[in-house]
């Protein structure tokens, strides 16, 4: 197996330390080694935040950010649209054919620069509703970052359901996690939302299986005229 | 601690200095003497390097003669004159840094208490005006909002004596010394009021110049300090050195002082304090 | 809470017979280590990327584990009172980092000079100013001359390792003086990785002051001052001796504790293919960038070694002036601006121009492997 290198841009709160922490362990679980890291300021929410997942069958010795991803992921819109990110653009270090899964409905923001760019590189762009889709499945948007992970595993099975099932569990109802200070006040929130642990990776797990099958491909091509400008598609 | 702990081994007297023999037969150990036994016993400070006439070496004998249990009492210090002192004194002290004597101190009484959680040691912080209200205020203040059972004891000579008389937060209004070559621009710093308000449950102002009164306040301040939470005791000594009064005329500066009452004997003590002195004291008598 | 069992010796939770790998921060991985202590006494205060290690300890206290744990009011004041628990007898631990560890700075050197074997876990970012909360291990420069003994964790393993084994070297009587357990903040605290830890079920053998070289104050011994701190503030001879004397011997203590760094970290260093053309000799996670480097710098043709310093106080100087000796190069990358790593190997090798003081990173960015990689083309001869 390849090595995965993963970077996860999103917001401060969005749930980028918790999914990231949720696949990693997932890949352990699945047999293989993972190094799992957050990076932010000091700001708080709203600020940029990225977490990174190494997923590799060879010990990982490489650490902090990962400079050269061959997945990354963006949580947000203005990850992209504000420069809400710690590189510029925010898929700077992309390996060639690597994947760029976005959090978007409709309009990907992307520049056509950009999106040239990336097809030289011979990058796979995704979109995936994620926040709809964690509203309409789990009626709530703090499981924005499970609806990533879905789509993750719906581009790549890069780990299996049953591993991030496990991991899901541990994770909210096992022994305490420690993300950062603010994270343990979240969980509260989350925990008041669904009184029964076991509901609550249910529909954890019904989120990601929504979102693995929504994720959809857009075309990188350059659209000819009547194209559509979003997927490229022609008629 | 027993006597048997520094008893000398039998045919090492000859060779043990004359200062030890007389703390081994002599000293308060494990007597019950105060103040007024004072020349009866062999003293935990004897020779001292102070200068003469200093209100603060004449305060350290008492206080060391006024320790309800002197065998198992630890002193914690801090840079200042009276860290001079205290390496010839017959108990175990610690000299930290200047200010943190009431952080080192709450450390020690914690680990004290979880070793010997039947036998009460006391620990008690001895320091300057300097150490007290001005660099280690924080960490006094801070030991008290803990309710640390420690008592803290300030030798306030209204300077920085051993640097060279410098003004302290303890100096009073308008005094010309250095680092105030104008003279000091603010009040003394209302340490008591500051204790009162942080917590402490027994708080006292005193001077060696009424020496039972003052055995009295640093004999309670230990006492509640030990069962019941953080006290204080401010003692007025002031330098004939730095305030350029002849070394005899010590006490008749607090006598002076006393009589213009700029300088008041004042003692709160709380509710719950007042229970276990009255259940303590009683006891005694 | 779990019934803990004392183990005989220290051995047996230092090397378990059996362990248990789990996925964990490397603050969780202190909390682990902690756990197995058997420590009487924490203090704590907040510092980021230290403050999740204390919360986990407070934790530990919460649960029963540890007798007695606060938050103080400032580092100062932490260091004040850790100095004064251990002070008085018994095991106490407590971390801190960066800034905090410059705001406690008076009293490192006072922890050698009173002979407190105080475990401190110091997880290192860049100090002000301009601010930053991110890696630096700039800190490391300032605390090389405090008497301290200095293990750098490379990893969250390390940093179990390590934390646990610093107490067994701290309180050896002919050693007794601290130890700092030095983890780069964020990437290995934040950090999520693979440790194997001991039965929680077993603890180290408690902390025994009477084998300490100077008597706890706690006035069960002869009532004359201790002198954890030497004649001060006297003007004669007999002082200057006193004081010249305790200073060496509190340097002979860390050089003492050598044997103990080998017997409970097999050595100050750890080498791969230290007879290699070119040498990288790196601390902290400087070291997992360059294992990084040397995969790719090997797919190349170059011929490179690694040496990991695992202990800075007392510093491998043997070690390394053996190690020195036939290589071409010797390449320090570091996570610092001032290259103390760099510095501390060019006084002891011989021909120092050999030693290359770079990459450096600083300010809080990761380390690329290929930047190590571009030094290490660098190092490689032209005609090659």
């Known amino acids: 197996m390849k090595r995965s290198l993963i970077r996860m841009s999103g917001l401060g709160g969005q749930g980028l330390v918790t999914a990231a922490h949720i696949l990693g362990t997932a890949a352990t679980k699945d047999g293989l080694v993972s190094t799992v890291n957050p990076f932010f300021g000091a700001e708080k929410r709203l600020a940029p935040a990225e977490s990174y997942v190494r997923i590799s069958t060879e010990p990982i010795h490489q650490r902090g950010e990962v400079l050269f991803p061959n997945i990354i992921m963006i949580f947000h819109p203005h990850v992209i649209t504000l420069g809400k990110c ?39 762009l ?16 703090l499981a924005t970052n499970m609806a990533m992970l879905g789509a993750l595993i719906g581009v790549t099975r890069i780990v299996t359901f049953a591993s991030l099932r496990e991991a899901v ?40 299986e929504a979102a693995a099958e929504a994720v959809q491909e857009h075309s990188l091509a350059a659209p000819r005229k009547g194209g559509c400008h979003v997927c490229g598609r022609q008629g | 601690m027993t006597k048997q702990m520094f008893r000398i081994a039998p045919g090492f007297e000859e060779i043990m200095p004359q200062e030890y023999r007389d703390l081994v037969t002599h000293g308060p150990y494990d007597r019950n003497v105060g103040v007024a036994d004072l020349g009866t016993f062999k003293e935990l400070l004897e020779e001292h390097p102070l200068c003469a006439g200093c209100g603060l070496a004449l305060s350290l004998r008492l206080f060391l003669a006024s320790l309800p249990a002197p065998a198992d009492t630890v002193v914690v210090g801090s840079t200042g004159c009276s860290a001079i002192a205290f390496p010839q ?68 000579n209204e300077a920085y004596a051993n640097t ?62 030990r069962d019941v939470g953080s006290t204080y005791v401010q003692v007025f000594c002031p330098c004939p050195t730095n305030y350029k009064f002849r070394p005899d005329e010590t006490l008749s500066v607090i006598r002076k002082r006393e009589k213009e009452g700029v300088f008041q004997y004042r003692e709160y003590i709380t509710p719950q304090a007042q229970e276990y002195l009255a259940a303590v004291e009683g006891e005694k008598q | 809470m779990i019934e803990q069992r004392v183990a005989r010796t220290a051995g047996e939770v230092l090397e378990p017979a059996r362990r248990e790998r789990r996925f964990m921060t490397g603050s969780e991985a202190v909390k682990e280590a902690i756990l197995r202590s058997n420590i009487t006494m924490a203090i704590a205060y907040p510092i980021t990327p230290q403050s999740e290690s204390m919360h986990l300890v407070g934790d530990l206290y919460a649960e029963g584990y540890i007798p007695d744990y606060f938050r103080g009011e400032s580092e100062f004041a932490v260091m004040s009172q850790v100095a004064g628990a251990a002070m008085g007898g018994v095991r106490v631990f ?76 701290a309180e050896q009587t002919d050693v007794h003086i601290p130890v700092g357990v030095f983890a780069d903040g964020f990437f290995v605290t934040h950090t999520r990785e693979m440790v194997a830890v001991g039965p929680p079920d077993l603890k180290l053998p408690p902390y025994d002051p009477h084998r300490s070289p100077v008597p706890a104050m706690d006035m069960e011994g002869v009532p004359v001052r201790h002198m954890r701190d030497p004649f001060v503030m006297k003007s004669n001879f007999i002082s200057y001796a006193a004081h010249a004397s305790w200073q060496q011997e509190v340097m002979a203590a860390a050089e003492r504790s050598r044997k103990y760094v080998h017997q409970y970290l097999g050595g100050l260093l750890e080498t791969e293919d230290e007879d290699a053309d070119i040498l990288i000799m790196a601390a902290g996670t400087a070291v997992s960038q360059s294992r990084e480097a040397i995969q790719l710098a090997r797919a190349q043709g170059i011929d490179v070694g690694l040496v990991k310093f695992k202990c800075l106080r007392p510093f491998p100087t043997e070690e390394v002036q053996h190690l020195a000796r036939r290589a071409r190069a010797i390449v320090v990358p570091e996570f610092n601006r001032v290259g103390w790593l760099a510095r501390e190997i060019k006084a002891v090798v011989d021909d120092n121009s050999r030693v290359v003081g770079a990459p450096r990173v600083f300010g809080g960015m990761t380390m690329p492997s290929e930047m190590i990689l571009a030094q290490l083309k660098a190092c490689v001869p032209a005609t090659r």
């Open chain 1, 86 to 124: 710690y590189t510029m653009p925010f898929f700077d270090g992309l390996q060639p054919e690597g994947i760029i899964i976005v959090n978007a409905e409709g309009e990907l923001g992307i520049g056509r620069e950009d999106l040239d760019k990336l097809a030289a590189l011979g990058a796979r």
């Open chain 1, 126 to 141: 995704y979109s995936i509703p994620a926040t709809a889709v964690a509203v309409e499945v789990a009626e709530t948007e």
């Open chain 1, 169 to 208: 569990l541990e994770r909210f109802g096992g022994a305490k996690f420690v993300a950062s200070g603010t994270t343990a006040a979240l969980d509260n929130v989350l925990a008041a939302k669904f009184t029964k642990m076991a509901q609550l990776v249910d529909k954890n797990m019904a989120v990601m």
């Open chain 2, 89 to 156: 004194v017959g108990l175990h002290n610690i000299h930290g840094l200047f200010g943190n004597q009431n952080a080192i101190a709450s450390g020690l009484k914690r680990a004290l208490k979880l070793r010997f959680p039947d036998q009460p040691k006391d620990v008690v912080v001895v320091a300057g005006d300097g150490a007290t209200a001005d660099i280690g205020l924080e960490m006094v203040m801070h030991s008290w909002f803990r309710g640390e059972n420690i008592a803290t004891v300030m030798l306030d």
């Open chain 2, 164 to 225: 060279g008389g410098q003004e302290s937060g303890m100096s009073p209004r308008g005094t010309v010394l250095n680092m105030a070559p104008t003279g000091k621009k603010f009040e003394k710093v209302a340490m008591p009021e500051i204790a009162r308000e942080a917590g402490c449950a027994y708080v006292a102002t005193t001077s060696p110049l009424h020496a039972r009164r003052f055995e009295k306040a640093i004999r309670r301040a230990i006492l509640v300090a």
């Open chain 3, 94 to 169: 407590t971390a801190t980092g960066g800034p905090g560890t410059l705001r406690a700075f008076e009293m490192f050197p006072c922890w050698a000079g009173m002979r407190l074997p105080i475990v401190c876990c110091f997880f290192t970012r860049g100090v002000n100013s301009p601010l930053s909360i991110q890696p630096d291990t700039i800190e490391m420069a300032f605390l090389l001359d405090t008497g301290m003994i200095m293990l750098h964790a490379e990893g969250a393993q390390d940093l179990y390792d390590f934390t646990l084994r610093a107490f067994a070297i």
